[in-house]
């Protein structure tokens, strides 16, 4: 599986900014997807997952209520809202598959990461 990810730019404090990721393969559909940040000097963070068939999506607190993951299947395409963008948020962003059960917050259980889009949102 191949991951493309894409949307991410220079936005300010309160903009809206929607990333996409692209996926290679026909077996698009029994992936749970992620998305992952990491800004400069810090770890890797879960940001948002979504279940296979989209039907339960979680998101970190942090991003709660102002970013919505979502999906559609017959595109191979994830995709992250993300609404009242905060400095903070400024990061490069990575979209994930994995084909495991388990906790999808977790890195480790992702089998397949894109290349990253870079966001920035200043103040």
């Known amino acids: 599986v191949q991951l493309q990810a894409s949307g991410g730019g220079l936005v300010q404090a309160g903009d809206s900014l929607r990333l996409s990721c692209a996926a290679s393969?026909?077996?698009?559909?029994?992936?749970?997807m992620g998305w992952f940040r990491q800004a400069p000097e810090k770890e890797r963070e879960f940001v948002a997952y979504?279940?296979?068939?989209?039907?339960?999506?979680i998101s970190a607190d942090s991003v709660k209520g102002r970013f919505t993951m979502s999906r559609d299947n017959e595109k191979n395409t994830v995709y992250l809202q993300m609404n009242s963008v905060k400095p903070e948020d400024t990061a490069v962003y990575y979209c994930a598959a994995s084909t495991r059960a388990g906790l999808a917050t977790t890195s480790a259980l992702y089998d397949y990461w894109g290349q990253g889009t870079q966001v920035t949102v200043s103040s």
């Open positions: 393969g026909r077996t698009f559909s029994r992936y749970i």
């Open positions: 979504i279940t296979w068939n989209g039907g339960a999506t």
